[in-house]
């Protein structure tokens, strides 16, 4: 019985897991002046109690903490996935010139250090990856030193700088966070509202009620009319002479018909130019006209049309039916023809009730089947970026090879999955409550098993002269994330979700992430944070590896 406290097997690396996991999420709870750093607390536990000698298997604790990284940076990957494209083309390449600025910086700060202080490279190659809290970087700079002929550092050095260094790196990235939020007297409501502002601003769906009174247009078939920019808007339905219809290809359009219309915010302007001025209507004042016309949203649980295009599946011409917008993520969008169709997809259509029963036969429109997680493509997901994340790249000059690490290759995977699935007929849909079960699970073991293995020789560092190595590894963490915030609040004007997902993902640290999303309520710090976190992640591995070189 004794063992189960006091020893390293199965039964008691569950249960300290478990201790730590749950004491740490439930002091989480707590908040000081309106503040908690959440589920960071868990590795504040884990440090604590394996300095009092509660210890876990080396080999299970490296497991746990690698495992769980993945499932944080897959669920994140899936997620993002799908308007990652989008969000570069959007600030993509600044956001990343900004995040290798970071690393820099931090790769600048650490010589002068080493240049001042004389401290060995070894030690502050160390220091500098547990202050960026990146665990890749340290396996690189052991495994750069360890494979070394000539190597005359101890890889023991590297792990206990990172150990006393890596708290000071979590904290002090959340300190500056909140620090900046009050300098900049950030109101967090108007922030979001911003970045609603800017998205719905793109291609969310808007409806229009417009008159035809173009005389270009009198007399011709829909289909003449829209040749060029028929996939920018949907028309709904038609009324003319005092009837509604729902349009088809060779529908007749005539001076004084009106039509309901859904375009995105960016073609308003088009639409009216083609068609007519907007009319003061309401949907209402369509169903009045017509009784038998109805709109109903149909959930797409059918996987056999995950990745159709609405214009090959012609439900217009099969059921007598409109579909009008399609909503994704709780973001509606116009429903063109090109738009491929996913998982999960809640699709709005206008028609009579008969007909609207026979398209859910096809659509599925089955919610309870949507409970059900499609596993499948997240462990062969995992599979594939595992293998990805081990792939070494060789750069010409450098002796050893760069990987991508155990985070990077699955993340990346993940994003391309999550974009490409649907084009591929790869069902990836997952609920938003399944998404975040996988999430806070692979984020809590990560954290815990961090602490486990830093608390070890957290202490003793510290009395051995290691007080020290917590002031450079704050000067590495406070300097360069302190300077980028600036430069992008000030200089690039980066709303504060941005700049979250920006630090939390240039530092590649996933407990800052957490903590800007339950703190502020929001995911969109986690498409920034996907955005950069793949070259950041790339650019950590070798400036730790270079460090190493240099060194030697």
Known sequence: MGSLFTGTGIAHSILLFAFVIGLGLLLGRFKIKGISIGSTWILFVGIIVSHFGLRCN???????????????????????GPGF???????????????????????????????????????????MSGAVTNTPGLGAAQQTLSDSVTATGDASVLASAYAVAYPIGVLGVIFLIILSKGIFKIDLDKEKAALDKDQDAGETARRMHCQVSNPAIFGKTIASIVSDMGDKFVISRVMHDGQIIIPRSDTVLYEGDKLLLVTDHNHVDNVRIIFGEEVPMHQSDWRAIDTEKVDRKLVVTNSALTGKKLSELGFRRRYNVS??????????????????????DRITVVGTEED???????????????????????????????????????FPGIPQPVKLGLAGGPLIVAILLGYFGPRLKITTYTTISANMMIREIGISFFMAAVGIGAGR????????????????????????????????????????????????????????????????????????????????????????????????
């Open 58 to 80: 080396p080999t299970v604790l490296q497991f746990m903490k690698d495992f769980g990284l993945i499932l944080f940076v897959f669920s994140i990957g899936l997620q993002v």
């Open 85 to 127: 494209f989008a969000s570069f083309k959007k600030g993509g390449v600044k956001l990343n010139l900004l995040a290798v600025s970071l690393v820099l910086l931090a790769v600048l700060v650490t010589f002068v250090i080493h240049w001042v202080t004389g401290e060995d490279l070894f030690t502050m190659t160390g220091v």
């Open 323 to 344: 579909v009008t917008r399609v909503s994704r993520s709780g973001i509606e969008l116009v429903a063109r023809p090109g738009l491929m169709l996913n998982m999960g």
């Open 356 to 394: 609207i029963k026979a398209l859910s036969k096809e659509i599925g429109n089955k919610i309870s089947s949507l409970d059900r997680p499609n596993l499948v493509p997240i462990f062969f997901g995992i599979v594939l970026g595992v293998i990805l994340g081990s792939v070494p790249i060789a």
């Open 457 to 552: 020789t957290f202490v003793s560092s510290i009395v051995s002269g290691g007080y020290l190595w917590i002031l450079y590894g704050a000067l590495i963490t406070i300097i360069p994330v302190l300077t980028i915030i600036l430069v992008s609040r000030l200089v690039f004007k980066l709303n504060f979700y941005e700049i979250c997902g920006l630090i939390s993902g240039g530092t590649t640290d996933p407990a800052v992430l957490a903590f800007s999303q339950n703190m502020y309520g929001t995911d969109y710090a986690s498409i920034n944070y996907a955005t950069v976190y793949p070259l950041t992640m790339f650019m950590r591995v070798l400036v730790a590896q270079l460090l190493i070189l240099i060194a030697l």
